[in-house]
């Protein structure tokens, strides 16, 4: 069993930046593919970055060049530094644990992009 917990969500203008951070708990954290997903109002849930167990990264076309995904395993924390952010990135953003057989999501946190 995992159990994610997303934090560093808020309110920041158009150009501006934030950091997510999606803590772990349980164990074999190292063996995960962590993915980054948002869902907008009246939209369906939506991928943004995936980061494998041996640190591959891949990026939706939309954030690609904006936005990066890294992972401490030490800490059983994925990160999303997401720069440049525009209005279109208003969303909840929800990480993702994913291993064969099993599929853990979290609670989700606000961004919110708006001068």
């Known amino acids: 069993q995992v159990q994610l917990v997303e934090s560093g969500g808020g309110l920041v203008q158009p150009g501006g930046s934030l950091r997510l951070s999606c803590a772990a708990s349980g164990s074999s954290f190292s063996i995960y593919t962590m993915g980054w997903f948002r869902q907008a109002p009246g939209k369906q849930r939506e991928w943004v970055a995936t980061?494998?167990?041996?640190?591959?990264?891949n990026f939706a076309d939309a954030v690609k060049g904006r936005f990066t995904i890294a992972r401490d395993n030490a800490k059983k924390t994925v990160y999303l530094e997401m720069n440049s952010l525009k209005p279109e990135d208003t969303a909840v953003y929800y990480c993702?644990?994913?291993?064969?057989?099993?599929?853990?999501w979290g609670q989700g946190t606000q961004v919110t992009v708006s001068s």
């Open positions: 993702k644990a994913i291993k064969p057989g099993f599929v853990y």
């Open positions: 980061i494998t167990s041996i640190g591959s990264t």
